[in-house]
């Protein structure tokens, strides 16, 4: 079983893909730290220095890679859904839930996090307000399943995936009602 995740940054797609891939005793996959393992630097030290196109060129290539034996809980960069290749992968591999998170959320769970360029500018608020605008129809055309983040915590979030994924038949509970693939 392959379950992708996609959303905004700071969405809770790692946090929530971690906690839904241990419920799920299957792996957990970044895609952003496997770039960064290949890299042998951070993303936004690569970005910075060779540009978003060839980022993105990388991210394609690893996301198509995952897609050729897809296994487990993939967490997503923001972007990824940028490039219509990555859409038709992700959404042909994998059953693909996006993470909905209003900017306002996004903004009130990650203003004080100094490490993601996002928010390094004059108006973070604004610019996840833009991206929201921008990458909504994207992650919606990608997805097989909307998740509303909102407030709920992350247990909660992950019983309302796993609830989701037993109903679409992708996941299957045992005797006792627990998940299984």
Same mark, same amino acid.
């Given at each position: ?16 893909? @971690? ?8 792996? /957990? ?8 393992? !290949? *890299? ?8 910075? @220095?060779?540009?978003?196109? !060839? /980022? ?17 809980? $993939? ?5 990824? #859904? ?5 859409? =038709? ?7 693909? *839930? ?8 996004? /903004? ?5 996090? $100094?490490?993601?360029?996002? *928010? =390094? ?5 604004? @610019? ?22 909102? @407030?709920?915590? %992350?247990? +909660?979030?992950?019983? %309302? %995936? #796993? +609830? ?5 038949? $992708? ?11």
């Amino acid at each position: 079983m392959a379950v992708a995740l996609v959303g905004l940054p700071g969405a809770g797609k790692s946090a929530i893909g @971690r906690r839904l891939a241990q419920r799920l005793h299957l792996p /957990f996959i970044d895609t952003d730290h496997v770039i960064e393992d !290949r *890299l042998g630097c951070s993303i936004r030290d690569y970005f910075e @220095r060779e540009g978003e196109a !060839r /980022f993105r060129d990388l991210e394609q290539s690893v996301i198509a890679e995952l897609a050729a034996a897809p296994l487990g809980v $993939v967490a997503t960069g923001g972007g990824c #859904v940028l490039r219509e290749a990555n859409r =038709q992968t992700l959404r042909a591999s994998f059953h693909v *839930l996006y993470l909905r998170s209003a900017p306002e959320d996004v /903004f009130r769970r990650l203003r004080h996090d $100094v490490k993601r360029p996002l *928010l =390094q500018v004059a108006d973070p608020l604004g @610019r996840l307000r833009e991206l929201y605008d921008a990458r909504d129809p994207l992650y919606r055309e990608t997805a097989h399943e909307i998740v509303e983040t909102g @407030r709920p915590s %992350i247990a +909660m979030l992950v019983n %309302i %995936i #796993v +609830m989701q994924l037993e109903l679409a038949g $992708v996941v299957v509970p045992d005797a006792k009602g627990h998940p299984v693939d």
